[in-house]
């Protein structure tokens, strides 16, 4: 069973009997999910996430202590913790009163600030510009499994909703990059014998590739650890997860020169073609630079747009 399907039959068979018998006053108050740090919000979980933070268990997302108060936020995590220990063949590990872990009560203020350092949806660009894109998907991932209150739920909803200027400017950038990196850097390094530079030319190029192919796709790169998993899944570009995987699992050098220098080409033709397909990207040429430059033209607001070009890297 996945992470996600075992914390919503948790909260069913234990969670919301538990709420409704003894604060059922809150239940307009409160949101219950599982979203957060780990691959079960994902749903990228498999058997070997179950030996590493893997228990049956809900979060319960609360607001500000003016809606929620620190006695019967006390209370509920109290609540909480005397639930059952097992579940789904997993046992749940011992929750201190004073919290600390990835589930069960937390002020959404909290949970949010945790991830992309505010306690608000981002007011302007300067902002949105400062939140890694993983920080971001960890805010917007797994499930809402019920929100009575709201107020979790259209911050989530706001989160994903990434202005247009701010992703045009992030993508112009790794674009940049990976015209400086891949198709520039990679080569010289060759010709140079830096065998090794011309491999951090490499990663330094696929980083940039995965990162632009997400936001071609309106969404967010999770964490290294599931970014190739999550790309085969996106409904965009999914096509360049292998040859992605073969530019940082291959070998490197004089030999395979030539079959490296043409995916990296196949790669960049593919990310400005969707680029250029979405009406982002003007330039007709051979050359994923241009692309980055007529990316970041189309910017509406003229003091991001007139920003370093990797501004956003």
Not at 78 to 87: I, Q
Not at 128 to 150: C, K, M, R
Not at 232 to 250: I, K, N, T, V, W
């Amino acid at each position: 069973m996945k992470g996600l399907e075992l914390s919503k039959q948790y909260y069913e068979v234990y969670g919301e009997p538990m709420l409704r018998e003894r604060f059922p006053e809150l239940l307009d108050r409160i949101a219950v999910g599982l979203c957060g740090s780990g691959s079960e919000c994902f749903g990228f979980d498999d058997e070997v996430s179950k030996d590493h933070d893997m228990e049956p268990g809900f979060c319960i997302f609360l607001p500000g202590e003016d809606v929620v108060d620190r006695r019967t936020a006390f209370l509920l995590e109290r609540a909480y913790s005397e639930l059952p220990k097992d579940f789904g063949g997993l046992k749940r590990s011992l929750m201190a009163p004073a919290g600390g872990r990835r589930l069960g009560p937390v002020r959404s203020a909290d949970f949010f600030a945790a991830r992309t350092g505010l306690d608000h949806v981002p007011e302007n660009y300067a902002e949105w510009l400062l939140i890694p894109e993983y920080a971001l998907a960890e805010a917007v991932n797994g499930e809402v499994f019920y929100d009575g209150y709201g107020e979790f739920t259209s911050i989530r909803n706001a989160l994903k909703n990434m202005p247009e200027d701010v992703r045009l400017k992030k993508l112009a950038g790794r674009l940049m990059m990976m015209s400086q990196s891949g198709r520039y850097n990679f080569e010289r390094c060759t010709r140079h014998k830096e065998n090794a530079a011309a491999q951090l030319a490499v990663n330094e190029f696929v980083q940039h590739a995965l990162q632009a192919a997400f936001l071609l796709n309106k969404a967010y790169a999770p964490f290294y650890k599931w970014v190739f998993r999550a790309l085969r899944q996106q409904p965009l570009l999914s096509e360049l997860a292998d040859p992605l995987e073969y530019l940082l699992c291959g070998i490197n050098g004089e030999a395979s020169f030539d079959s490296r220098m043409f995916t990296i080409e196949e790669v960049c033709a593919a990310t400005a073609g969707c680029a250029r397909e979405q009406g982002i990207s003007d330039n007709l040429c051979d050359d994923i630079e241009k692309d980055a430059w007529s990316i970041n033209g189309h910017i509406k607001d003229p003091d991001l747009r007139n920003m370093s070009i990797l501004a956003a890297v």
